[in-house]
């Protein structure tokens, strides 16, 4: 079993930051990409921020120069530092892994509950 654990979700002011960990537990071995997406009510899941195990991150446009994804390694962990936080960010967050159980190589994707980001004055 593998699991994804968020949390640092909440309740934020416009201009605000917050910082969202995620940290896989369970049975692994190793750890591809990590990343976080999002889901706004009544839109489709987006991609946030991901980051591969060589450290190379990508963002999407909406976000750049505000989030930072970041990872500790011998944690399993991945963050998310949010900052400049606007209305339109207002999401629920999710994690998500590619996760290898074996040294077979083979990845399979896994997601997190999601928590809940809010920014309102």
């Known amino acids: 079993q593998v699991q994804l654990a968020e949390s640092g979700g909440g309740l934020v002011r416009p201009g605000g930051s917050l910082r969202l960990s995620c940290a896989a537990s369970?049975?692994?071995?190793?750890?591809?990409?990590m990343a976080w997406y999002r889901q706004a009510s009544g839109k489709q899941r987006e991609l946030v921020a991901r980051?591969?195990?060589?450290?190379?991150?990508n963002y999407a446009d909406s976000v750049k120069g505000r989030f930072t994804i970041s990872r500790e390694y011998d944690k399993n962990t991945v963050y998310l530092q949010m900052n400049s936080l606007k209305p339109e960010d207002t999401a629920v967050y999710y994690c998500?892994?590619?996760?290898?159980?074996?040294?077979?190589?083979?990845?399979?994707?896994?997601w997190g509950q999601g928590t809940q980001v809010t920014v309102s004055s």
């Open positions: 980051i591969i195990s060589g450290g190379s991150s």
């Open positions: 369970g049975s692994i071995f190793s750890i591809n990409a």
């Open positions: 998500n892994a590619d996760i290898s159980r074996t040294h077979w190589g083979i990845f399979l994707n896994y």
